[in-house]
T-cell receptor, first 115, second 110 residues
């Protein structure tokens, strides 16, 4: 596609519910990143894939968070047993290159509200 | 550690005046510094970037300066316009990873 596509755009989850957020990167982009952006804050790194390999998951806040990219294209971020502090916008980005931090294109994000 | 400090957190300038946002970083090995603009409810978008072998870069009304010795870099917007109102993020990079500052909310006053 022309850009990075994320779905759903908005998600309301009851506390304790599991959620799955989808990211469709730009076709051919090797690198895929997930960020969490709390209200009024900058995006915080969660995890990074190069093709299907998850090279860095140091930003995942707990073992309730899990990400996968099984075929090196679409990625899913799963949050189990959601809690109120998980409420944030989850941004996905992809880039054609690897290893430089350059050429990121962000999706519009999924706004998760845990009630 | 991975750290980029940004200030001010909020900035109000009269339309037509200049705005300056400053950032510092901690890793002397850092070599790429992007700036992102995020309008309300929208995705962050790259507006300008600079590499460590360059001291300054300009693109129309936007410029970025880098002082590697002092480990700080700044965004300058001249002749500000209403559409410049947004949150601006400076960033440092660690390999593929972008580390964002906390952002500066820029208000352009009529």
């Amino acid at each position: 596609g022309a850009g990075v596509s994320q779905s759903p755009r908005y998600k309301v989850a009851k506390r304790g519910q599991d959620v799955a957020l989808r990211c469709d990167p730009i076709s051919g982009h090797v690198s895929l990143f997930w960020y969490q952006q709390a209200l009024g804050q900058g995006p915080e790194f969660l995890t990074y894939f190069q093709n299907e390999a998850q090279l860095d998951k140091s930003g995942l806040p707990s073992d309730r968070f899990f990400a996968e990219r099984p075929e090196g294209s679409v990625s899913t971020l799963k949050i189990q047993r959601t809690q109120q502090e998980d409420s944030a916008v989850y941004l996905c980005a992809s880039s054609l290159q690897a290893g430089t931090g350059e050429g990121y294109t962000f999706g519009s994000g999924t706004r998760l509200t845990v009630v | 550690g991975e750290n980029v400090e940004q200030h001010p957190s909020t900035l109000s300038v009269q339309e037509g005046d200049s705005a300056v946002i400053k950032c510092t970083y901690s890793d002397s090995a850092s070599n790429y510094f992007p700036w992102y603009k995020q309008e309300l409810g929208k995705r962050p978008q790259l507006i300008i970037d600079i590499r460590s072998n360059v001291g300054e870069k300009k693109d129309q009304r936007i410029a970025v300066t880098l002082n590697k010795t002092a480990k700080h870099f700044s965004l300058h917007i001249t002749e500000t316009q209403p559409e410049d109102s947004a949150v601006y993020f400076c960033a440092d990079t660690k390999g593929d990873k972008i580390i964002f500052g906390k952002g500066t909310r820029l208000h352009i006053l009529p």
